[in-house]
């Protein structure tokens, strides 16, 4: 398993860095969403993603836009760590762990806190890497 190392630059270590930069952002991205902001919350999600995953999305973003309406419930996710957990350069495909802490409030309510951990499936496309599965990871599993 590789490690979030920002000393490493060069061949595989900076495909590695790069694809744990992506799915940090990304990984945050598909947590995250403004009521207030939906049009650029589905964006945002659509932009992160590729392949089945993207496919889902664009399917449910009717089904999406009228629970994010009706939930009035922001939630801003922050990646707290992350790994690699594999990589094939070649065939531009890696895996990544991540905790994800996500802070949830109800309008006008006080904000809650959530612990998710994730295993995200990414692939290289010509945009960079996106990620095209994400699976929740069970308390107490692994």
Same mark, same amino acid.
């Not at 694809?19 to 992160?48: C, F, H, Y």
């Given at each position: 398993?590789?490690?979030? @190392? $920002? ?6 270590e900076?495909?590695?860095d *790069? *694809?744990l930069?992506?799915?940090? @952002? +990304?990984?945050?991205a ?7 902001r ?7 999600w ?5 392949g089945?995953?993207r496919?889902?999305l664009q %399917?449910d #973003? $009717? %089904?999406?836009?009228?629970?994010i ?13 992350a790994a690699?957990? !594999?990589l094939?350069?070649?065939a531009?495909?890696?895996k990544v762990?991540?905790? *994800? +802490?996500v802070k949830?409030?109800?309008?006008g309510? !006080?904000p809650?806190? %959530?612990?998710?951990?994730? #295993?995200?499936g990414?692939?290289?496309? $010509?945009s960079?890497?996106?990620? @095209? ?5 069970p308390?107490?599993?692994?």
């Amino acid at each position: 398993m590789w490690q979030d @190392e $920002p000393g490493a630059r060069t061949g595989p270590e900076r495909t590695r860095d *790069v *694809v744990l930069k992506s799915a940090r @952002e +990304q990984i945050a991205a598909l947590n995250t969403m403004d009521p207030a902001r939906v049009d650029a919350g589905l964006r945002a999600w659509l932009d992160a993603s590729t392949g089945a995953l993207r496919q889902q999305l664009q %399917q449910d #973003e $009717p %089904q999406n836009r009228t629970k994010i309406g009706q939930s009035r419930t922001a939630a801003d996710a922050t990646v707290t760590g992350a790994a690699v957990t !594999s990589l094939d350069a070649r065939a531009g495909k890696a895996k990544v762990i991540a905790s *994800v +802490q996500v802070k949830l409030a109800l309008q006008g309510g !006080s904000p809650t806190l %959530q612990r998710k951990r994730f #295993e995200a499936g990414t692939s290289r496309t $010509p945009s960079g890497w996106k990620l @095209e599965s994400l699976t929740a990871i069970p308390a107490g599993a692994r």
